[in-house]
């Protein structure tokens, strides 16, 4: 069994950055492709980044060029670097993890609201 647990969101302004940490209760050394979908409300969970273990990244349209995941092993930690946020970025941002099983482990979840 996996937990995440998430951290770093917030209220933050237009055009301002915001780092979310995701935390695994165990080594992540063997886990697989990590990353963040966010969830607006009244709409679908959406694919926001994905690292895989040798850290190729893959990022949804919406977000390249402004957000950047990374990944370290040794914190068993993946984060995700928000610069230039937009009132559209504003979600409930859940982390999550392949690792053991066909479904992907998920985290309970981190509020980011960008408003003015």
């Known amino acids: 069994q996996v937990q995440l647990v998430e951290s770093g969101g917030g209220l933050v302004q237009p055009g301002e950055s915001l780092k979310l940490s995701c935390v695994a209760s165990?080594?992540?050394?063997?886990?697989?492709?990590m990353g963040w979908y966010r969830q607006a409300p009244g709409k679908q969970r959406e694919f926001v980044a994905g690292?895989?273990?040798?850290?190729?990244?893959n990022y949804a349209d919406s977000v390249k060029g402004r957000f950047t995941i990374s990944r370290d092993n040794a914190k068993n930690t993946v984060s995700l670097q928000m610069n230039s946020l937009k009132p559209e970025d504003s979600a409930d941002y859940f982390c999550?993890?392949?690792?053991?099983?066909?479904?992907?482990?998920w985290g309970q979840g981190t509020r980011v609201t960008v408003s003015s």
């Open positions: 999550y993890a392949y690792y053991d099983k066909v479904a992907p482990y």
């Open positions: 165990r080594s992540i050394f063997s886990f697989g492709v």
């Open positions: 690292i895989n273990s040798s850290g190729g990244t």
